[in-house]
């Protein structure tokens, strides 16, 4: 599969734990967006990273969230000690540069709840 | 910060019908895009618009760029019960630097058989 992996699909957490969601972007693509979605709402711009450097994060909470996409391997969404408004869809898009002509390729998300 | 007023929030329409649906933003874009999303799945890009007044078919959709700049519309002929889904218009401003794409609070789209 050619698209951008995201993992898990859902994921359970009782409030306080850390959640910890993975993006793997399409092969060639070297930015990487994170987006939230909660219920019946549009897609909320979290944070913009290209390799080894966050680039926006003018839309992630200050605290308890961090993202990073290190040299190797995926792109890591934490959030610490989680409380029951973090329950969301998070999705990760992918584009080959900024511009990202023809868009963004997202993933199928990963949805947390928080218990 | 940079907002999108899609309209209509949702709606309901009988298979075969037309659609209509747009979005307008307070700033001028230099890019728009349509997304559909399917229940339990990610966007999924359906056109792209990169010119003040660009018409760009895909199938049985059509999308416009504004002449203002500051708006799209996106008509879906002949409904479908695949159609289902939300419909996210998204864009970029002009001068946006390094801003990613902003998303509207997309269209809830139900097809009645």
């Known amino acids: 599969n050619a698209g951008v992996m995201q993992n898990p699909r859902h994921l359970v957490r009782r409030r306080g734990q850390e959640a910890r969601l993975r993006c793997s972007p399409m092969?060639?693509?070297?930015?990487v967006y994170w987006y939230r979605q909660l219920p019946e709402e549009g897609l909320k711009f979290m944070v913009y990273l290209q390799k080894e450097n966050i680039i926006d994060e003018s839309g992630m909470p200050k605290e308890r969230f961090s993202a990073e996409f290190p040299k190797e391997g995926p792109s890591i969404l934490r959030i610490q000690q989680v409380v029951r408004g973090d329950s969301a869809a998070y999705f990760c898009?992918?584009?080959?540069?900024?511009w990202g002509r023809g868009g963004y390729t997202f993933g199928s998300g990963t949805r947390l709840t928080v218990v | 910060g940079q907002q999108l007023n899609q309209s209509p929030q949702s709606m309901f329409i009988q298979e075969g019908e037309d659609v209509s649906m747009n979005c307008t933003s307070s700033?001028?874009?230099?890019?728009w895009l349509w997304y559909k999303q399917d229940p339990g799945e990610g966007p999924v890009l359906l056109i792209a618009l990169y010119k003040a007044g660009e018409l760009t078919s895909n199938g049985r959709l059509t999308a416009q760029f504004g002449i203002t700049r500051k708006d799209s519309f996106l008509n879906i002929s002949a409904s479908i019960p695949s159609d289902v889904g939300i419909y996210f218009c998204a864009g970029r401003t002009w001068n946006s630097g390094n801003t990613p794409l902003v998303f509207g609070k997309g269209t809830r789209l139900s097809v009645i058989a």
């Open positions: 092969k060639g693509h070297s930015h």
């Open positions: 898009a992918s584009s080959p540069n900024f």
């Open positions: 700033s001028i874009f230099n890019t």
